[in-house]
Structure formats: structure tokens, C-alpha cells
């Protein structure tokens, strides 16, 4: 549900060099579950009502550009010197009347506007400085900690490669998901020095001068740990990849499809599928594909982009970007590629 904050903005953050991806394309641009990575963060931000949406992305950035046209705006990162550095990259986009804005990263294919919501909601109502979302987890491979003192406050977030120990033991972790009031956050921002291991600019650093200054921070825990599962590398986009199908297998099937066995089968969350439709094992079914009721798919099927009517057959075939007026039985060893069928 689209929501309706003023004066509230957003900053996704875009510009890593997706190193550990080990890939010439963007690690943003990459597909996660029929949708490039970036935009299931854009579209939860549109969702959320932020406006306007600044992506912070590298200079060669012309898949974003392509992407999203004229829907966002772009600062342009030339040097990756960290989540601070790449902040000061967007002020100058910032409207002058902006108070508020929420900072993201990209590769987070979880986020919501629900989620967003939650976060502004909240940080509205303390009238905080600054307002961060947690999430507890049992994998701390990477993420940062949250330091709470023995109330519970907030004291610091501390990167997992500059943790002691003890702290890399704490199971409370930042995903890096804030909401900021503008004025108080901004002018911090030549505060920041690179004094950590990755010689990088932090953006929790700021957290600490606000601690500091006497401001009011607030590390709000969402229940729902799904919202910070980022994708560094592609053993993490598999890992997510089977959380989102799961979920959304299970909203087909609930919607009246049987699908036989989910271990086998591959279905993006772009795809629209009928009531009383049976998805025989191996079947693939992508980008935007809409099948009617009362179809037989599989086993043994790849469908793409293309339209399937009512009470169709298809096995052991290859259908992409087609569309077909009437009940079609097709396969097996067929393939259909750009047809449009009028009969």
C-alpha cells in the first residue's frame, strides 16, 4: 500500500563494485526472482511514497540509468570510500526543504514499504535525530553489531571487522536501514574520518556523534529478519533465492494452483498463474509470463515472457516472449520464439 510522507526522501546506496560477485555485470543489476536486484528496493521506496529517490551509483552507471530513466535521480560515487563518502555524493540533490530522509542499500531484494513505513513511523514519534532498523540473526558472517548499554540504549554500532570478540557474539545486527532528520544528520557528515581497518568513511560513525551531542537515536528491531538479508556474493543470492520462492510458491498454491514439487520447479514472482493449473517438476516460468486456469505445465518446460490461455497443455518444450488466443497443446521438443498467434 502506497504511503504519504511529506517531506521525506531517499537515498539508495549503488555503488559497489560488486568484487565478490566475481561478475562484469553490476551486482545491482543483477536478476533476483525475475526483477533486477536494485529495483525491488526502488519499487518499495516508490511504494513508501519517498520522494524525491536519490541512487548513489559508480560512474559506470548507464544499466541504472536505463533502468529507471528519469523515475530517480543519480549522484554519481567516483571513489568508493565508504557508506559516509558516498552519502556526501547525494547532498547536493537533497532539496532544501526535505527533513527527513531514509537511507538503504540496494541489495537488500527483502525490502518493503511496510518496512519503510515502519521506520518513519517510528522515528517520527520519537522525533529522533536518528532511527536505525535492526534485525536479529544467527549468521553473522558480515554484519555490523549493536552495542546496548544495560538499558537498552543504543551506545554504537561497530563494524564486524573492527569487533572485538565479545561484540562479534552480540546477534543484534544493523542493515544498514535508517531514517535521518536532515539537518541535524548532514552537517556531521566532514565530521567523519576513515580512522578503521577498511580505511573507509562510515555512515555509523555518525550514530556516535549523535550519541555523543546528547541527540535522540534510536535502534528499532523488525520482527521479520528477511528485510536484511543482502546479497554479497552469489552463494547469498541462492540462499535468498529459495526464501523467495518458497513464499511466493506458497501464495500460488493457496491461490488454488498445484504445483508437485517445489524442489524442482522455478517460478519468478513476476509470473501470474490461474486457479486448477497443475506445474509438473522442472518446469522454469520467468518475466511477466501469465498462465490461464485448467493448464498442464511440464514436466520439462521453460517459459518466458509469453501469454498461456485457459485449459492448455505444454511438456517437454521452450516458449518465449509468444502469445496464443486459444487453448494450445504444444510439446514435447517444440520451441516457440516470438510468435503471436491470432487463431
Partial sequence: MEQNFQKIGGVILAAGKSTRMKSKINKMLTFFNGKPLIQHVVNASQQAGLNPIILVIGPEGDGFKNLFGNSVQYAIQEKRLGTGHALMQAESLIPKDLEHMVLMVGDHPFMSADCIGFLIE???????????LTVIFDDLSTYGRIVRDQEGKILRIVEHKDATE????LKEVNISTYCFSIKKVMPLLQQLRANNVQKEYYLTDIIEILLKNGEIVQAIPYPDNRIGVGINHRVDLAKALAIARKEYFEKLM???????????????????IGNDTTIYPFSYIEQNTIIGSDCRIGPHVRITNSQIPDNSAIEFSVIETSQFQNSIKIGPFVHYQNNISKK
Fill in 122 to 132: 517510528n522515528h517520527l514519534a520519537k522525533k529522533a535525530a536518528a532511527s536505525l
Fill in 166 to 169: 565479545a561484540e562479534r557474539q
Fill in 254 to 272: 493457496l491461490s488454488g494452483v498445484t504445483i508437485l514439487d517445489p524442489n524442482s520447479t522455478f517460478i519468478d514472482s513476476t509470473v501470474r
